[in-house]
Nanobody, 124 residues
Framework: QVQLVESGGGLVQAGGSLRLSCAAS????????MGWFRQAPGKEREFVAA????????PYADSVKGRFTISRDNAKRTVYLQMNSLKPEDTAMYYC?????????????????WGQGTQVTVSS
């Protein structure tokens, strides 16, 4: 069983930055691929970014490419999402997910565990 706890969300003005964190339980965190997804009001949850267990493969959604960076610290069992140049359309609940495989994936169905989410609101 893996438990995921997100933090770091909040209210920020357009153009600002936030860093989300996701702390994971479990001693084998370094073997999991991790992902971030988001869900805006009235919309389906969508892929944001993922990171392989080795940290060398990191696919991003086109909408965040060049603005968001995913990273991980295996010693702290934590994955991060650095979000820069935020836009109002980035407003959403952000979810962290763990995949019990090493390779990164963008499909929600490929993830085994999910956090409760952290709200990000970007004002114009």
């Amino acid at each position: 069983q893996v438990q995921l706890v997100e933090s770091g969300g909040g209210l920020v003005q357009a153009g600002g930055s936030l860093r989300l964190s996701c702390a994971a339980s479990g001693r084998t965190f370094s073997t999991y691929a991790m992902g971030w997804f988001r869900q805006a009001p009235g919309k389906e949850r969508e892929f944001v970014a993922a990171l392989s267990a080795s940290g060398d493969i990191a696919p991003y959604a086109d909408s965040v490419k060049g603005r968001f960076t995913i990273s991980r610290d295996n010693a702290k069992r934590t994955v991060y999402l650095q979000m820069n140049s935020l836009k109002p359309e980035d407003t959403a609940m952000y979810y962290c997910a763990a995949r019990l495989r090493a390779n990164a994936a963008s499909l929600q169905a490929h993830y085994n565990y999910w956090g409760q989410g952290t709200q990000v609101t970007v004002s114009s």
